[in-house]
């Protein structure tokens, strides 16, 4: 699995990248078909005093991608959001790819 971050706007810290790429590491326990996963954690608003965090995830497989994006006041809560609407996607494809 290609894992690729990109910041825009700012840039990570280490911890930041730490905690992304960890729990980017259990998405192989819900598809062993991983080709490349996507990262981009954007700074929206920030002309404002008030800055949004984005977390965008994108994950290529055979045949499929998909895509997710979340917006909160910290990364680490956009990037779970994120995560878990992704899993959510990754099951409903399996499941439907075993009922027929």
Not at 8 to 20: C, G, P, S, T
Not at 56 to 63: A, G, Q
Not at 69 to 89: R, W
Request: proline residues 1%.
């Amino acid at each position: 699995m290609n894992v690729q971050i990109q910041t825009h706007h700012f840039d990570a810290d280490q911890k930041l990248i730490d905690y992304v790429e960890r729990r980017l590491d259990k998405l192989n326990t819900f598809h062993d078909r991983i080709i490349k996963v996507d990262v981009y954690l954007k700074l929206d608003n920030v002309v404002h005093t008030i800055k949004d965090k984005v977390a965008e995830i994108r994950v290529h497989v055979p045949k499929a991608d998909f895509f997710v994006k979340s917006t909160s006041k910290s990364f680490e809560a956009s990037f779970d959001e994120a995560f878990e609407s992704l899993v959510n996607q990754i099951k409903r494809k399996k499941q439907k790819q075993l009922a027929v």
